[in-house]
């Protein structure tokens, strides 16, 4: 029977996995060193931002440092501007299925959600008429007013264009422009909160 010339061959096994411990750690924080020289932290819309590095800081206002009034007339315009998406999507569902050949829906449904549209727009932009814009968000108010207005204008002659006798030119044009303006009040409350968040 053969001797085995080391009678303990497994003794080389723990310091190879302590060295190979050593070395994963020495670089491992090598990497961590360096990704920390300059690092960004990013963050959504109306949070802290600040980058780390070259002595360099730079900070915006959050949300939650607004006024109450400020942040509950933003909450106000937010809420219209979600409702109003919801009717945008609804024109336009409503009159690509009345253009569809043949038509996805009849003449009497259409009506009846053009009309839902039309009475739901209006009154969104009464309930924003109905507000009072906070110090320097006036200019921003008169534009979502406008764009409010709009919509409820051509929502209303979507609906006399579905009622005419043409072969929905003027029902079509509508639409668009209801988008259009559903667009333009949707851009403008972006626009609103970085105003707030400027002012502030």
């Known amino acids: 029977m053969a001797m085995n010339p080391d009678p303990k061959p497994g003794r080389w096994i723990l310091p190879l996995v302590i060295l190979g411990m050593i070395a ?6 090598r990497e961590i060193d360096e990704a920390s020289t ?10 802290t931002t600040t980058t780390l590095g070259s002595s360099s ?3 915006t206002l959050a949300q939650s440092d607004l006024d109450p009034a400020v942040q509950a007339y933003l909450d106000e315009i937010a809420a219209i501007n979600a409702d109003l998406q919801l009717q945008r999507t609804e024109i336009v569902t409503v009159n690509s299925a009345f253009n569809e050949d043949p038509r996805g829906i009849e003449f009497s449904e259409a009506e009846t959600r053009f009309e839902a549209v039309v009475t739901a727009t209006q009154a969104l932009a009464d309930t924003l008429r109905a507000l009072t814009p906070p110090v320097g968000l006036e200019p921003n108010h008169t534009t979502l007013q406008t764009a409010l207005d709009q919509a409820a204008a051509t929502a209303g002659e979507a609906l006399e264009g579905l009622r005419s006798t043409d072969t929905g030119e003027r029902r079509n044009a509508a639409v668009d422009a209801y988008v259009t303006a559903a667009t333009d009040y949707d851009t403008e409350v972006t626009n609103t ?6 002012n502030a």
Request: proline share 4%; glycine share 8%.
């Open 38 to 47: 300059d690092t960004t932290l990013v963050a959504g819309p109306g949070t």
């Open 57 to 59: 800081t730079t900070t």
């Open 193 to 198: 909160n970085n105003a707030a968040l400027a």
């Open 24 to 29: 994963f750690t020495y670089f491992f924080v």
